[in-house]
T-cell receptor
């Protein structure tokens, strides 16, 4: 059974460009989470969805960040325009909705903004 | 506001010895605490949990201890093995809080031969 799939695995872009990260959650999971990992702040929750509906986006750092989940099997995280301080590893995770603390993470996208 | 704190960014232990990873929290409303393990170039994976009403949970070589009065938990690995070398994240979970996990900054464990 496939786990959480993220693409691309690596992204290098120039400052000011638009970046789109993609995630396919585990089939049957109805909660989806986007995290950012940095040395200083560890794993930060950016936004999460339950049943495709955004529940809490308080972790989204700025208006430059946006996330969508058009259906149960796909989500995107977009940064426009990107800045060097956005360089980090971005993880997508999914879980069953009902009070499950066990989240399944994808392999992450390493983003470098030059 | 960092609700979950891991004050040791790294820890080095000899193979066969005990590894102790520490975590402090400020939110007394958490009702579960978790440890996740992360290898390079992979996503974190769930390792072990403990309910806030317990003070100990054991799973093979891994034991988590919870001291609610001190708002402190620790993960003990014994005996430590080279394959345990990874980053360990502590997290708090609030039932009814929408499945949100609040993670610490992680501790890099290196188990040396």
């Amino acid at each position: 059974d496939a786990g959480v799939i993220q693409s691309p695995r690596h992204e290098v872009t120039e400052m000011g460009q638009e970046v789109t990260l993609r995630c396919k959650p585990i089939s049957g999971h109805n909660s989806l989470f986007w995290y950012r990992q940095t040395m200083m702040r560890g794993l930060e929750l950016l936004i999460y969805f339950n049943n495709n509906v955004p529940i809490d986006d308080s972790g989204m750092p700025e208006d430059r960040f946006s996330a969508k989940m058009p259906n149960a099997s796909f989500s995107t995280l977009k940064i426009q325009p990107s800045e060097p301080r956005d360089s980090a590893v971005y993880f997508c995770a999914s879980s069953l909705q009902h009070s499950s603390y066990e989240q399944y993470f994808g392999p992450g996208t390493r983003l470098t903004v030059t | 506001d960092q609700q979950v704190k891991q004050n040791s960014p790294s820890l080095s232990v000899q193979e066969g010895r005990i590894s102790i990873l520490n975590c402090d929290y400020t939110n007394s409303m958490f009702d579960y605490f978790l440890w996740y393990k992360k290898y390079p170039a992979e996503g974190p994976t769930f390792l072990i949990s403990i309910s806030s009403i317990k003070d100990k949970n054991e799973d093979g070589r891994f034991t988590v201890f919870l001291n609610k009065s001190a708002k402190h938990l620790s993960l003990h690995i014994v005996p430590s093995q080279p394959g345990d070398s990874a980053v360990y994240f502590c997290a708090g979970f609030l039932t009814g809080g929408g499945n949100k996990l609040t993670f610490g900054t992680g501790t890099q464990l290196k188990v040396e031969l």
